[in-house]
């Protein structure tokens, strides 16, 4: 492994290579997957080089011994990760509001009692912490969802948006709208929401459970992201009610509004409650739609089948290895971070994947799942660059100590080095401490 006394020996323009790499075969073009070694299962053997910020070469070939290396010893490396779907607005509120046993609709009432008092210098600060910890678990983009509740743009939009500026170049940040659906009902509404965001270069985002007139407000949704040009982010049938029209209505409105790659569907729970063949149905209009699922176990661990004093007996993860199999894109992220929602929780993508595999019953997560928390959300954001690990891409790497999901799943806390643009990161966690004001 990197010993930390080697860190400073990486500058910027200099050529080393990163000898005894294994890296997941998910994470190759399928050229340097044929010329690579396999090691063990999913896994192949490679020195990478590095230059200029960015990976020179992937090769199984004898590195000349005069060039500068660091021995990985075997550890496995990734393209870093991407944060699919968070809510950096209500991070770190948790503590302050009392209670980390709340049902899904009491977390929103709480979250939306706190909103009440945000200010621009509390949603900085607490916004900032978050993305430190994001950056320093390994994380260069993410996506964060902003309440947004009337027509006007929220504080935390603003907020955002200037966060988005200063943090360019360390983590991609990406805003999207999360409006209660109904709002779409009032015509001026919905259109001051779509054109403010659009403005703001977002996305477009609304909360979609069983409701009436659902199809015709997710109609409007979809007219105003073709008229405004915007991407869509759906927080989907976040429920285990037998009732999967909301995402029904969103594949249909997407191959009819011609949206395929532009429509992004988090949670999905409601999947769960189909009968074998009815899923097969609905996860092949996904596909033939182009929508990529956002799981986030997480919360839904959390959340759903939550009752006062008793233990959950459904734990509401969406179909993720059926989804995977029909051709769904599939991401897995965090959503929301030690809030009214989920009190534990650090945007740790590793961490969640580690979660996510123990309780969706996910093998071999690092070699057959790491694409869900760097490729796939890659492309679900519609990132420059998708995450594969080919010769030109940028050096933006996480360093794994494990050789194998059996040891880097086991201790997912710290065992990693992050490198970006060719050198390694020096960012810590920020300690809980900076948040007692
Ligand atoms: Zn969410």
Redesign the pocket.
Known sequence: MVSRSSIGASRHGELFWLCNARVPDSLLAPSDRAALPAAGKGLRSAHLCIADGRVRSLTAAQVPTEAPQFDLRDGVVTSAWVEA???LDKSHIGPRTGRDDNSLQEAIAVAGQDRAGWTEADLLHRMDFSLRAALAHGTRALRT?LDWTSAPPPLAWRVAQGLRNTWAGRIELQLSS?CPLPLFADGPAGKAVAHAVAQGQGVLGASVHPMPGQRDLLARVFALARDTDLDLDF?VDEHLQDNTEGMRTIADLTLRHGMEGRVVC??CCALGTLEAADLHVLLGRFAQAGIQMVS?PL?NLQLQDRQPGRTPRLRGIAPLREAAAAGVPVSIAS??VRDPYVPYADLDLLQVLTVTALAAQLPDPIEQWISSITCEPARALRLDWDGILRPGCPADLVVLAGRSSHEICSRPQAARRVMRGGRWSESALPDYRELDV
């Open positions: 779907h968070t809510h969802h999360i927080h988090g949670h986030l919360a959503d929301n």
